[in-house]
């Protein structure tokens, strides 16, 4: 059992389908743990009004991956 966890979806105009992060997290606290780093990293790269999705697209999902 397990969550998968996925980011970067969006909808409106320019959908997005969320990337699977590569890892299954095992219960609810390491999934907080997990989102609360996928927004840590997106404080830390996204530019003013820009939306998680479209970090991603411009620096990677390895970049994601890598610094989580």
Do not use: Q
Request: charged share 30%; with cysteine; hydrophobic share 35%.
């Amino acid at each position: 059992g397990g969550f998968a966890v996925f980011a970067g979806g969006m909808a409106g105009k320019t959908p997005r389908c969320g990337d699977k992060l590569p890892e299954t997290v095992k219960n609810k606290r390491e999934l907080y743990k997990k989102i609360k780093a996928v927004l840590d990293w997106y404080v830390k790269n996204g530019k003013p009004k820009e939306r998680l999705g479209t970090t991603i697209e411009r620096l990677g999902i390895g970049s994601l991956i890598r610094d989580i």
